[in-house]
């Protein structure tokens, strides 16, 4: 397939600027998976929408606030690092502004100095290793004293609460981007979800930015993925085999999760505990394995994120869904709304 054919028209105000209060406002479109049948609906109706014995698998993994500002050793011009994924110790894979003047040996000084970091290495994409120092137990400690929370480059409006850009069950740190699927659920609906027999099993998949990288090949079979580190608990294993066997739905809230369960599943045959890296790519023709459902935001345009609903639900059923939330308005994209796939 072409990337073209997973363009649409998207106007930019529909784009979501800051999140829907309270969380569970959201509108969620709701597609029948195999007939294409839409029904238009809010996000905390979700527990008339489930059956008891539905199992919802979350991605607890929590944002860094990994973009640091600074400026060269000595008073030089600002410089800016956005920590991708730690490589080992505390060295990190980082974006840097401006490259051209990070050279390898270059020493960047943040906050009041207590935190620097020197670049170790320049990769052949333009990212920068960089080892950094600091006073404190932890480099997060410093992260949060110093660093600011990375959102997209579609959301130009500042947070005026860094927590809206984190999920209510975010635990382990390590993203550069939120899973946003969940950013719609609070600790009230997931508590009614749970009092009507609808469970949640938690996996970690660290998101990169990679997450908004276009597909720039017109051939999406040229597309190179890029690579999260994910795992799965023995726990949410057990429960997912369970669910699977007394015949219920396992529904991953966000690709994140999706991507993690179908990676274990192709790699293994089956879900099992596992950790490991991912560069999963899904698109229309892959045979899904784990997944019964899906919650997910609406995507950009020729994103690897449509690509990947479209494999889940079918390619027409997704363009036309896709087409009608924008004739009804709904929002966009990583503050935007949701749909409910079944």
């Not at 100095?113 to 670049?119: E, F, M, R, S």
Request: contains cysteine.
């Amino acid at each position: 397939m072409q990337k073209s054919d997973f363009y649409f028209e998207l106007p930019g105000e529909l784009i979501a600027q800051e999140p829907c209060m309270p969380r569970d406002a959201a509108r969620l479109l709701c597609l029948a998976r195999t007939s294409g049948a839409m029904e238009h609906r809010v996000f905390h109706e979700l527990p008339e929408l489930l059956r008891p014995g539905d199992l919802l698998v979350i991605n607890d993994s929590k944002v860094l606030p990994a973009r640091l500002i600074g400026r060269k050793e000595g008073g030089g011009a600002v410089s800016e690092l956005l920590l991708l994924r730690q490589v080992h110790g505390d060295v990190w894979e980082c974006l840097a502004r401006p490259g051209k003047r990070l050279h390898k040996g270059t020493h960047i000084e943040f906050g009041d100095g207590t935190l620097t970091a020197v670049i170790r290495e320049i990769l052949p994409d333009g990212n920068r290793y960089a080892e950094f120092f600091y006073d404190t137990q932890t480099l997060y400690e410093k992260l949060d004293a110093f660093g600011r929370m990375p959102l997209p480059p579609y959301i130009q409006k500042q947070l005026e609460d860094a927590s809206q850009y984190q999920t209510v069950y975010a635990r382990a740190l390590g993203s550069a981007a939120a899973p946003t699927a969940g950013l719609h659920f609070t600790p009230e609906l997931m508590g009614t979800l749970r009092a009507r027999g609808i469970g949640f099993a938690e996996v970690t998949l660290h998101v990169g930015l990679g997450t908004f990288r276009p597909v720039k090949e017109d051939n999406i079979l040229d597309h190179q993925m890029h690579s999260e580190w994910y795992s799965i608990g023995e726990k949410t294993a057990q429960r997912i085999q369970q669910t699977k066997a007394a015949g219920s739905r396992v529904i991953a809230v966000g690709t994140t999760s999706c991507r993690t369960l179908e990676s274990a599943a192709t790699k293994y045959g089956e879900i099992r505990a596992c950790s490991g890296d991912t560069d999963i790519f899904i698109y229309p023709g892959y045979p899904f394995k784990a997944i019964d459902g899906l919650i997910t935001n609406f995507h950009l345009p020729e994103s690897t994120l449509i690509m990947l609903v479209s494999a889940f639900c079918g390619y027409e059923n997704t363009m036309r869904a896709y087409r009608e939330a924008v004739a009804r308005r709904y929002r966009f994209f990583s503050f935007g709304d949701a749909m409910l796939i079944l």
